[in-house]
């Protein structure tokens, strides 16, 4: 069957022009180019501008609600749903739109581990959209090809609007999955990561019930074969504390946790360009270069040469390239069971202590609750620090709700006995504007005498307000800086601080009180109440 036929009986559309179906690397790059997609950096990478939409738009990302998922999905605000008519509307204009245009056809895997992996095809408008479907995701050989019956297909129409009146939906922009037809129908929006965020959601709903606990995570390897887990939102340190020279990288965004240990769901990278140097992350900088895409970066005037400094088109600007990109990446992208799990947070109060060990009762809290703090100059309209959760560290891409996924961690911390840190990388000696950021070097220094088990034997102290574990030692870092109410000049100010943010976070979690069990609730901070 010819690949125009498999569109026309699979999917419906009946394609009038040409279909590029697993073009090379060097052909989609000069595809991208000629249709005017696209510029060639001076580095060698395309660099693709998405328009109005430079980030993911979770107010239009919907969950098809149908008999075989209304009952375990969790809808709300993170899964919006969406009745069958409207998105059967939605498909009928997309694949008649897509029928009138050249299409970029590719089958690639998501899951390094091949008992779990998922087959996926996109169907993509713009030819850099499928190049960049070819670097985040696994490249099959050859072989793997033949017969290639996918699992899950992407069809991305960026240049398509809805209409919000008449399609019945929130505005022009589109992002569906259809769990019962194996569809993820994408419109109205050119911004990539929508594609790679809609298949790692996907997995999250799947994968649960083969026993598989997938995470928003990057993860690392040691030489004797020990694998480290890193949880963080934006702005923690999770890319830079992950590319460890002395580690293999595995991954530095999705992964699953099987029987067996950890694979990456992913054949790539999708790494944060604001501010980068050569000098910050040389791996980074390194990987962008012939194959590679770039988001939203302008030039210096009159060159192509990329100014990462520049957030002319948006602080989100993007780079997407091969994993194998990464000089100590591991190929293929599978480790064993982790020995120690990281949940990093900037807290720019100060309070929390640059590393603490957890309970399984407090992981699972601190897991459902996914904190950081966002400072000022990072968004528009924030002017000091503010709390901000995102449970499991990734809460637009999780279909159940969110003690599913606490519950397989804490299985898998019990069973394999993990340890679970979690480390402040953010504000020591007062609050931001106050204190001071924590240097990078005892970050390191912390992290590292923890994977090599130095911290088994010290001594711990208790926190009184969040009950987490403070070693008393650890090697290579002033022993001050770890009770961090020691190093405030004013104890009664991180006293009310300190206070505060266990308020916020016994505020944020009274929304998973309803499926949270009394384990996870006991590991709550203790508020202080006001005389």
């Known amino acids: 069957m010819s690949i125009q036929q498999l569109l026309a009986k699979q999917y419906g559309i009946h394609a009038e022009t040409e279909i590029f179906h697993n073009l090379s690397v060097s052909e989609l790059v000069e595809h991208a180019i000629l249709n005017k997609e696209a510029t060639l950096a001076s580095n060698g990478a395309i660099n693709a501008s998405t328009g109005k939409r430079t980030g993911r738009s979770p107010k239009d990302r919907y969950i098809v609600k149908d008999s075989n998922v209304e009952k375990t999905v969790w809808w709300g605000e993170v899964n919006i749903p969406m009745e069958e008519t409207v998105f059967d509307n939605l498909y009928q204009k997309v694949t008649q739109y897509l029928s009138n245009k050249k299409l970029y056809v590719r089958e690639v895997f998501a899951g390094a581990d091949e008992k779990y992996r998922l087959k996926v095809r996109a169907i993509n408008e713009l030819a850099w959209h499928n190049l960049f479907i070819n670097n985040m995701f696994i490249r099959p050989e050859p072989k793997e090809l033949e017969n290639f019956e996918a699992n899950f297909t992407i069809i991305a129409a960026p240049k398509f609007l809805a209409n919000p009146e008449t399609d019945g939906i929130r505005s022009e922009a589109f992002v569906v999955i259809n769990f019962s037809k194996k569809i993820v129908l994408i419109g109205g929006t050119e911004y990539a990561g929508e594609m790679k965020k809609s298949i790692f959601s996907i997995l999250n709903y799947l994968l649960p019930q083969q026993n598989v606990f997938p995470m928003h995570c990057s993860a690392n390897i040691g030489k004797e074969g020990d694998v ?7 702005g923690t340190g999770k890319t830079t504390l992950s590319a460890d020279p002395n580690r293999g990288l595995i991954g530095d965004d999705e992964h699953g946790w099987t029987e067996n240990g950890v694979f990456n769901f992913e054949g790539g990278c999708y790494a944060k360009c604001i501010g980068l140097t050569e000098e910050k992350e040389p791996d980074i900088w390194n990987a962008i270069r012939y194959g590679s895409v770039l988001e939203n970066i302008v030039y210096y005037p009159n060159t192509r040469i990329p100014d990462y400094d520049s957030n002319a088109l948006t602080e989100n600007t993007r780079t997407a390239y091969p994993i194998h990109y990464i000089k100590n990446a591991v190929i293929p992208s599978i480790g064993g069971i982790p020995k120690n799990i990281f949940f990093l ?12 060990k957890l309970e399984s009762a407090q992981a699972m809290y601190h897991y459902i609750s996914g904190y950081t703090a966002k400072i000022a100059g990072t968004e528009a309209g924030i002017t000091e620090p503010t709390t901000t959760f995102s449970a499991c560290f990734g809460q637009p891409f999780l279909p159940l709700h969110p003690t599913q996924y606490a519950k397989m961690l804490k299985e898998k911390m019990e069973k394999y006995n993990v340890n679970v840190w979690l480390i402040n990388t953010g504000w020591t000696g007062g609050n931001y504007g106050v204190g001071s950021r924590m240097k990078l ?7 590292t005498a923890a994977l090599e088990g130095k911290l088994d034997k010290v001594s711990y102290t208790k926190d009184p307000i969040f009950g987490i574990l403070v070693p008393n030692e650890v090697p290579n870092v002033p022993t001050e800086l770890l009770t961090p109410r020691n190093t405030w000049a004013d104890k009664e100010s991180y006293d009310k601080k300190a206070n505060e943010l266990a308020q916020g976070f016994v505020k944020n ?7 949270a069990t009394p384990e996870m609730l006991s590991a709550a901070p203790k508020v202080a109440i006001k005389a």
């Open 509 to 515: 979690f009274e929304r998973f009180a309803d499926f």
């Open 228 to 234: 480290a887990i890193f949880f963080g939102l934006s």
């Open 441 to 447: 070097s005892y970050t390191r220094a912390m992290i």
């Open 345 to 356: 947070t900037c807290d720019a109060f100060g309070v929390l202590p640059p590393i603490s």
